[in-house]
Protein backbone atom coordinates (compact mmCIF):
# COMPACT_ATOMS: atom_id res chain seq x y z
CA UNK A 1 0.00 0.00 0.00
CA UNK A 2 1.58 3.72 -0.90
CA UNK A 3 -0.12 7.04 -0.80
CA UNK A 4 -1.48 6.65 -4.46
CA UNK A 5 -3.63 4.20 -2.83
CA UNK A 6 -4.54 6.26 -0.12
CA UNK A 7 -5.37 8.89 -2.47
CA UNK A 8 -7.48 6.94 -4.34
CA UNK A 9 -9.54 6.44 -1.61
CA UNK A 10 -9.79 9.46 -0.59
CA UNK A 11 -11.01 10.10 -4.61
CA UNK A 12 -13.71 7.06 -4.05
CA UNK A 13 -15.09 9.19 -1.08
CA UNK A 14 -14.27 6.93 1.47
CA UNK A 15 -13.68 8.13 5.05
CA UNK A 16 -12.63 7.52 8.76
CA UNK A 17 -16.13 5.56 9.35
CA UNK A 18 -15.55 3.11 6.39
CA UNK A 19 -12.27 1.66 8.08
CA UNK A 20 -13.18 2.81 11.64
CA UNK A 21 -16.64 1.96 11.65
CA UNK A 22 -17.86 -0.28 9.07
CA UNK A 23 -21.15 -1.02 7.55
CA UNK A 24 -22.03 -4.48 9.59
CA UNK A 25 -25.37 -6.81 9.59
CA UNK A 26 -27.76 -7.63 12.23
CA UNK A 27 -29.24 -11.40 12.71
CA UNK A 28 -31.53 -10.32 10.21
CA UNK A 29 -29.44 -9.47 7.26
CA UNK A 30 -29.78 -5.50 7.20
CA UNK A 31 -26.90 -3.43 7.41
CA UNK A 32 -25.74 -0.47 9.64
CA UNK A 33 -23.45 1.06 10.24
CA UNK A 34 -21.03 0.11 13.66
CA UNK A 35 -21.70 1.90 16.19
CA UNK A 36 -18.00 1.77 18.28
CA UNK A 37 -15.17 3.35 16.43
CA UNK A 38 -12.03 0.84 16.83
CA UNK A 39 -9.20 -0.19 15.01
CA UNK A 40 -9.84 -1.77 11.91
CA UNK A 41 -7.65 -4.80 12.72
CA UNK A 42 -9.98 -5.53 15.09
CA UNK A 43 -12.62 -5.61 12.14
CA UNK A 44 -10.72 -6.59 9.15
CA UNK A 45 -13.00 -8.04 7.19
CA UNK A 46 -15.61 -5.84 7.77
CA UNK A 47 -13.46 -2.96 7.04
CA UNK A 48 -10.17 -3.48 4.90
CA UNK A 49 -11.36 -6.49 3.44
CA UNK A 50 -14.36 -4.70 1.70
CA UNK A 51 -12.38 -3.33 -0.73
CA UNK A 52 -8.53 -5.13 -0.65
CA UNK A 53 -10.72 -8.43 -1.46
CA UNK A 54 -7.61 -10.17 -2.46
CA UNK A 55 -5.93 -9.95 0.41
CA UNK A 56 -6.03 -12.80 3.77
CA UNK A 57 -6.78 -11.62 6.80
CA UNK A 58 -3.40 -12.51 8.12
CA UNK A 59 -2.16 -10.37 5.04
CA UNK A 60 -4.07 -7.55 5.69
CA UNK A 61 -2.86 -7.53 9.50
CA UNK A 62 0.90 -8.17 8.39
CA UNK A 63 1.21 -5.29 5.54
CA UNK A 64 -0.68 -2.89 8.66
CA UNK A 65 1.56 -3.73 11.85
CA UNK A 66 4.80 -3.20 9.11
CA UNK A 67 3.96 0.08 8.28
CA UNK A 68 3.13 0.54 12.08
CA UNK A 69 6.17 -0.88 13.38
CA UNK A 70 8.75 1.36 11.91
CA UNK A 71 6.96 4.48 13.27
CA UNK A 72 6.30 3.09 16.20
CA UNK A 73 10.10 2.02 16.78
CA UNK A 74 11.66 5.63 15.72
CA UNK A 75 8.64 7.63 17.65
CA UNK A 76 9.90 6.13 20.78
CA UNK A 77 14.39 5.79 19.59
CA UNK A 78 13.40 9.87 18.91
CA UNK A 79 11.26 10.02 22.27
CA UNK A 80 14.18 8.76 24.19
CA UNK A 81 16.41 11.24 22.43
CA UNK A 82 14.47 13.88 23.52
CA UNK A 83 14.47 12.58 27.32
CA UNK A 84 18.08 12.80 27.37
CA UNK A 85 17.86 16.34 25.80
CA UNK A 86 15.58 17.32 28.60
CA UNK A 87 17.74 15.40 31.67
CA UNK A 88 21.04 17.50 29.83
CA UNK A 89 19.68 21.31 29.67
CA UNK A 90 18.38 20.33 33.17
CA UNK A 91 21.77 19.22 34.65
CA UNK A 92 23.41 22.06 32.76
CA UNK A 93 21.06 24.79 33.90
CA UNK A 94 21.83 23.26 37.64
CA UNK A 95 25.61 23.61 37.18
CA UNK A 96 24.58 27.11 35.16
CA UNK A 97 26.83 25.82 32.83
CA UNK A 98 24.96 27.34 29.69
CA UNK A 99 24.24 31.42 28.97
CA UNK A 100 20.48 32.66 29.25
CA UNK A 101 20.89 33.35 25.21
CA UNK A 102 21.84 29.29 24.82
CA UNK A 103 19.23 28.10 27.65
CA UNK A 104 16.72 30.42 25.35
CA UNK A 105 17.70 28.77 22.28
CA UNK A 106 17.41 25.48 23.42
CA UNK A 107 14.04 25.58 25.28
CA UNK A 108 13.11 26.83 21.77
CA UNK A 109 14.40 23.64 20.30
CA UNK A 110 13.09 21.80 22.93
CA UNK A 111 9.34 23.19 22.42
CA UNK A 112 9.49 22.61 18.63
CA UNK A 113 11.26 18.93 18.68
CA UNK A 114 8.46 18.04 21.71
CA UNK A 115 6.26 19.59 19.19
CA UNK A 116 6.90 17.39 16.30
CA UNK A 117 6.87 14.04 18.48
CA UNK A 118 3.88 15.05 20.42
CA UNK A 119 2.17 15.35 16.89
CA UNK A 120 2.52 12.38 15.94
CA UNK A 121 2.27 10.37 19.75
CA UNK A 122 -1.28 11.98 19.86
CA UNK A 123 -2.28 11.10 16.17
CA UNK A 124 -2.48 7.35 17.37
CA UNK A 125 -1.93 5.35 14.53
CA UNK A 126 1.49 4.99 14.70
CA UNK A 127 1.98 6.05 11.04
CA UNK A 128 -0.40 4.00 9.27
CA UNK A 129 -2.68 7.15 8.51
CA UNK A 130 0.21 8.87 6.98
CA UNK A 131 3.67 6.86 7.24
CA UNK A 132 5.26 9.43 4.99
CA UNK A 133 3.94 12.21 6.80
CA UNK A 134 4.64 10.50 10.49
CA UNK A 135 8.53 10.03 9.18
CA UNK A 136 9.06 13.53 7.83
CA UNK A 137 7.86 15.09 11.11
CA UNK A 138 10.01 12.90 13.29
CA UNK A 139 12.75 13.01 11.19
CA UNK A 140 12.23 17.15 12.26
CA UNK A 141 12.07 16.52 15.61
CA UNK A 142 15.11 14.33 15.60
CA UNK A 143 17.27 17.10 13.57
CA UNK A 144 15.89 19.57 16.26
CA UNK A 145 16.91 17.08 19.48
CA UNK A 146 20.64 16.64 17.53
CA UNK A 147 20.73 20.83 17.41
CA UNK A 148 19.89 21.76 20.86
CA UNK A 149 22.22 18.62 22.34
CA UNK A 150 25.21 20.41 19.74
CA UNK A 151 24.12 23.92 21.36
CA UNK A 152 24.05 22.13 24.86
CA UNK A 153 26.99 19.88 24.63
CA UNK A 154 29.71 23.12 23.90
Not at 104 to 123: K, L, N, P, S, T
Not at 130 to 143: G, M, Q, S
Request: with cysteine.
Amino acid sequence: MNIKLREEGFEKGLGCLDCHMPVKKDEQGREYRSHTWASPLLQVEESCLMCHDDWSRAETISRAEAIQKEVYEKQNRIGSELADFIMLLGEKLKKGALSEDVIEQARGIQREAQFYWDFIWVENSNGFHNWEEAHRVLDKAEKLIGQGLALARP
